[in-house]
């Protein structure tokens, strides 16, 4: 069986779609849908149902990935490494959320970078859980971190950590809305207080305010930037108030840049997933940063 046709299966599972696909491996739709077809004559099954958006794999189509997909990556790993060079380094590349990965991830993973003859070279880019985990099954990343949980057998996820969320603003502000202790039962009255967040949807204070309040913010939000880092120096200023994690906020509590408007029973929490594609553990560089992953883990958030 030619390996490009199962490269481009592959490459076409794991993205859904043979213009995704295409893009992906830098040819044209037709090529893409020639290949896929050749390669159904020669198994005389069909691999996928083509759909008004994309194509989803039959049950061939799913048993076949499951079996080449790791075979394939394997192969892809040694080109990329070589096999004459046994002191060039492999790269490692991660893909996760900006924050926590600049603030988590990458700092503990730089441990095991070019040391005792068994690190890796590290490559992290930053994006948001879909971004990730498409680059993750069109194999542009080893390791990607996620707070949604893949669906699909191609891509296996495990539970990283929990994210504990706080709902904040800066002394001056909190004293302004009468909120400058911590309260355990009811809402602050926050209606006309300015929000800080990382997108017009307000995604974090949107979450708290359904978890925590059984309800939806009054206010828009009034200064939106890309970044919870940036989301925090502008609550320290006073800008209003914001959702952040714990993690992230607890050097600004702990000096009393911040306080914590309210403080529930039962925290708001989120969920970070360690994702990558089925089969892929089997190569030493991306097993041990996996598991040293996991192992620092339990000390974050």
Same mark, same amino acid.
């Given at each position: ?6 490269r ?29 077809r ?17 194509v ?8 076949l ?12 790993e ?10 060039s380094?492999r790269?490692l590349h ?23 003859g068994?690190?890796f ?5 930053f994006?948001?859980?879909?971004e990730? #985990?498409?680059?993750?099954? /069109? @194999? ?10 893949? +669906?699909? =057998? %191609? ?5 990283l ?14 004293e302004r809305i ?32 359904a978890?925590?309040?059984d ?16 989301? #925090?120096?502008?609550?320290? /200023? @006073? ?10 906020? +607890?050097? =600004? %509590? ?24 089925t ?13 040293w992953?996991?192992?620092a ?5």
């Amino acid at each position: 069986m030619d390996l490009a046709l199962l490269r481009t299966f592959v490459t076409v599972h794991r993205a859904g779609s043979f213009t995704r696909a295409a893009a992906l491996l830098g040819l044209s739709q037709p090529a893409v849908t020639s290949q896929i077809r050749t390669l159904e004559r020669q198994l005389g099954r069909p691999l996928f149902l083509r759909q008004a958006r994309g194509v989803t794999p039959t049950t061939i189509g799913d048993e076949l990935a499951h079996k080449a997909a790791p075979h394939l990556d394997a192969l892809v790993e040694i080109a990329e490494t070589g096999l004459d060079d046994e002191s060039s380094l492999r790269t490692l590349h991660l893909a996760g959320p900006p924050e926590f990965t600049a603030e988590r991830a990458v700092p503990a993973l730089t441990e095991l970078t070019g040391e005792d003859g068994q690190g890796f070279a590290l490559r992290a880019s930053f994006g948001n859980a879909e971004e990730a #985990l498409e680059g993750l099954a /069109a @194999g542009h990343h080893d390791l990607a971190i996620c707070t949604a949980r893949p +669906r699909g =057998a %191609l891509l296996t996820a495990t539970p990283l950590c929990d994210e504990e969320h706080v709902l904040v603003a800066n002394p001056a502000r909190a004293e302004r809305i009468g909120a400058g202790k911590p309260r355990r039962k009811g809402a602050p009255a926050l209606e006309d207080v300015p929000v800080i967040e990382v997108h017009e949807s307000l995604p974090f204070v949107s979450r708290y305010w359904a978890s925590v309040f059984d309800s939806r913010p009054a206010a828009p939000g009034t200064v939106i930037v890309p970044d919870l880092r940036a989301v #925090l120096a502008c609550a320290v /200023a @006073g800008a209003g108030l914001a959702v952040l994690p714990r993690y992230l906020c +607890r050097d =600004a %509590l702990e000096r009393g840049e911040i306080v914590a408007l309210h403080e529930p029973a039962v925290p708001p929490l989120r969920t970070y997933f360690l994702v990558v594609r089925t089969g892929t553990l089997a190569m030493p560089h991306i097993a041990r940063a996996h598991e040293w992953l996991l192992r620092a883990a339990a000390d974050w958030c």
